[in-house]
């Protein structure tokens, strides 16, 4: 793959005045920013009550309990299409680093210290929650959260304008004072405190897998090739850690070995007991981070030749011809996550095919930067989906939990399409109509956190859930059955949090790691 010389930069057309300006890669954001929204929305939809296909595809409704069934649905890809954005944006990331001419012993020192703030995100997040703090949230509770969720600024925020090196660290050991304090007085009704065990599963796999993931990524950054090898000893790990042997004592390893946990003093337990923090298991989520992380060099080189032409003017492509493809390639998505879902493999199995035979042919005869680019992404997609439907009669069919190799090979390929159709429609055809997309996908930890620490602590505050818990059933009600005007609500709830996080991006307010 092409390199890139001393300070390059990302550019993007300039929507209003049409010229190349340093700015980030928007389809990425949007790509983000969908995940993180979509993963509000199934988190605040009406449990029990709707259509199987309105969750997850393991714990169907009514009981919600956990069935190892085959299948996917919507809900099952907003956790994989947000993996693969964090693989996409570490060349983006690490790039700019290595251009500024950081050694590759601070580029190590970095990607350990973003997992450990990664983790410590995971683990406050967990203790702050209300329904952590008060399985039965009074008004005090939706207070305590509010102010939880603003303790976060001072170690993880990001503000306009540039601050002193020493008031930056100022504000962030206050911070980790602040957020020692808190948890060291944290207790449940019942008296549960504080536990180093108590974190968000979520937040806890990004965790590892971005450091996993930098790490391959760094010292394979030349060479593709290498990193599928990586990819190819990942999976080997994977399978042979289902067998005995040493391999999955490793692969299980919670704890120092040749240590006793027990005979160690509890001050110390949180060193030889590390599964707090390292999740050696979430490698097999490497499947869609890698991939992420060969789309991201991609899209860098693609970025880079904008200084050299015009995303539109260069195109040999007409433009009925790039909706197409955008078409086709969500028409992909609907495909796989209906027909794994209904389990109608080999319909879904010929309807890809002939979907790949089209959009193979609309790929053809590339000649600019951004048709080689998009040519790119939609053989890449086409080859991680292939190769997980290959995969998908193991372990009893696709599954996000357990999760199964096909699931993280086939949401790669759904994820790269997605990216492939943002990028028609944002980055070449410069249509604003995914901007609460973008700048959420710009401030996606806020988004994570914003609907239980903010949105759902004002409104309960302010009485206005009650109103709404009214509101919906008796407007909708004759219109729609009781559980959609349920979903409808927890759209509204979804697009509010959506507006809290695109107003703070645009006042250069984030949360970051």
Known sequence: MKRFSKGAVLFIMNSTQGTLTAQRALALDALRGFAILTMVLSGVIPRGILPEWMYHAQTPPPAHDFIPVPGITWV??????????????????????????????????????????????????????????????????????????????????????????????????????????????????????????????????????????????LFTRKSILLRLGCMGIVMGAVLASGESGWVQSIWTLTSIPGIDPDNVPAWLSWLVEFDWLVKIGTMKYLFIVIPGTIAGDFLLEWMQTLRK???????SWDRQRLWLIAGVMVAFIIVLVNGLHTRWVPYTLLSFTVLTGVSLYLVRSSRSWAEQFLKRLVQWGI??????????????????????????????????????????????????????????GQNPMVAYVGWANLVQPLLNILGIVVLLDRFFPAVFGPILTEPWAGALQGLLYTFLVALVVHFLTKKKIFLRS
Request: no cysteine; proline share 5%.
């Open 309 to 315: 032409e015009h995303p539109q003017k260069s195109l």
């Open 76 to 217: 099952d890809l907003v956790f994989p299409f947000f993996l693969f954005a964090l693989g996409a944006a570490i060349p983006l990331a690490f790039s700019k680093r290595i251009s500024r001419g950081v050694s590759t012993s601070r580029l190590v020192l970095f990607i350990i210290k973003r997992g450990f703030l990664l983790g410590a995100f995971g683990i406050y997040l967990q203790h702050i929650r209300p329904y952590s703090i008060n399985p039965s949230p009074e008004t005090g509770t939706w207070f305590a959260a509010i102010g939880g969720f603003l303790l976060l600024f001072l170690v993880w925020g990001r503000f306009p304008g540039k601050l002193s090196a020493g008031l930056k660290y100022t504000i962030q050991i206050a911070g980790w004072l602040a957020l020692a304090i808190v948890l060291y007085l944290w207790e449940q009704p019942d008296g549960s405190t504080f536990d180093l065990y108590r974190s968000d599963i979520i937040i806890m796999i990004l965790a590892n897998v971005a450091v996993y993931g930098s790490f391959i990524w």
């Open 383 to 440: 080859f991680w989906i292939l190769l997980g439907l290959l995969f998908e009669p193991y372990d009893e069919g696709i599954k996000k939990d357990p999760v199964t190799i096909s699931y993280l090979f086939v949401n790669s390929g759904m994820a790269l399409f997605l990216l492939a159709s943002f990028t028609i429609i944002i980055d070449i055809f410069r249509k604003r109509w995914f901007n609460l997309l973008i700048t959420n």
